[in-house]
């Protein structure tokens, strides 16, 4: 495995450090310890799913946690009701933690079983106030479209107008 070194972008980057950590982080976890298979998928521009294999296991054995930028992931098999004599046991049955590092923002919005596989759909959703947004220059309102359309003036307020000329001739 190759091993990067990211301090020289602790120099010019900055509000990066979690990334930064993120990667330090990647480096050190092996990749092989990583049970049970999962699948990320990009579904969307801003929707994600992910796929675990999770045979064996119903919904009630399965927790799913999600706290601020943290997702988990655990499972644990029930007691078995009776004592079992396998011949051969190849369907992993043992408990299980993986997490998952989200964006901000990204919100899990459902979660199913289907076929002994765990599917969580994944969202980002920006606030509307964090969207980008214009700023005027010299405290004029800017607008979204260019308006060049002569502004018409109500006709009680010409009406109001002549009337205020009237009275002071």
């Known amino acids: 495995m190759r091993t990067y070194d ?11 450090d979690r990334l930064f950590e993120l990667l330090n982080q990647a480096e050190r976890v092996e990749t092989t310890a990583a049970w049970p298979p999962y699948n990320i998928e990009k ?14 296991f119903t919904p009630d054995e399965i927790e799913l946690i999600q706290q601020d930028t943290t997702l988990l992931v655990s499972g644990q098999k029930a007691a078995p009701e009776g004592e079992r004599h396998y ?30 596989l765990l599917i969580v ?33 109500a006709e009680a307020e010409v009406a109001e107008s002549k009337s205020v000329q009237a009275k002071a001739a």
């Not at 990211?6 to 990066?16: A, K, M, N, Y």
């Not at 579904?43 to 064996?56: H, K, L, N, S, W």
């Not at 901000?104 to 459902?110: A, D, N, R």
């Not at 964090?130 to 405290?139: C, H, T």
């Open 121 to 153: 759909a994944l969202k980002r959703a920006v606030p509307e106030a964090l969207k980008p947004r214009r700023i005027a220059i010299g405290g004029v309102p800017a607008t979204s479209a260019q308006d060049n359309a002569p502004t018409r003036i």
């Open 6 to 16: 990211v301090s020289p972008l602790f120099r010019s980057s900055i509000g990066f």
């Open 43 to 56: 579904v969307a521009e801003d929707q994600y799913r992910i796929t675990m294999a999770v045979a064996g």
């Open 87 to 116: 011949l051969h046991r190849g369907i992993a049955a043992r408990t299980f933690r993986q997490t998952f590092n989200l964006a901000e923002h990204v919100k899990v919005v459902g979660a199913s079983l289907e076929n002994g």
